[in-house]
């Protein structure tokens, strides 16, 4: 069964820029400490990445895993799918980018994970706040800084 979880940051950038952040996926390994390499595999008509394969830090090893991109409602909301992974079955997501009151973006990040070695949840949902927290610290830094 997959974990879910959420997590929330304020970013001090616009929605627009955490949006543009999160879309250059092959700038990833620049910013994104745990994800090491990148390859487009595939752009949609617009040449946005469509499917990507990393290749990351994760669990004390290093995984690959390939995901799917959708698009459909941009720029509020990136979200994605895992289509192949070696030690994930499932690492299903999204970014939701809203206005704070105040000035910059409210980013809800919600993820999905199902390993292929089952282990207990409370791990998995650990792992999963770590993903998280990680990304949106990262992300964060990477938007207020560029732009």
């Known amino acids: 069964m997959a974990e879910q979880a959420t997590e929330h940051a304020t970013v001090a950038a616009p929605p627009e820029r955490c ?7 092959e700038h990833y390994p620049e910013w994104a400490a745990d994800i090491k390499q ?21 669990f004390g090893r290093s995984t690959s895993y390939t ?10 909301v990136l979200a994605w799918r895992q289509t192949k992974g070696d030690i994930t079955t499932k690492l299903d997501g999204r970014y939701v980018f809203d206005p ?7 980013v809800t990040y919600h993820l999905e ?4 070695v089952p282990i207990p949840g409370f791990i998995k949902l650990r792992a999963a706040s770590r993903i998280m927290s990680t990304a949106l610290r990262e992300l964060k ?3 207020e800084s560029t732009g």
Request: proline share 4%; hydrophobic share 35%; with cysteine.
């Open 67 to 76: 995901l799917e991109y959708d698009y459909s409602d941009a720029p509020h």
């Open 113 to 116: 994970v199902e390993l292929r």
């Open 38 to 58: 990148v390859t487009i595999d595939r752009r949609d008509d617009h040449g946005r990445p469509l499917l990507c394969t990393f290749r990351a830090a994760a």
């Open 141 to 143: 830094s990477r938007a």
């Open 100 to 106: 704070a009151i105040g000035g910059g973006t409210d």
């Open 19 to 25: 949006y543009a952040v999160v879309t250059d996926i």
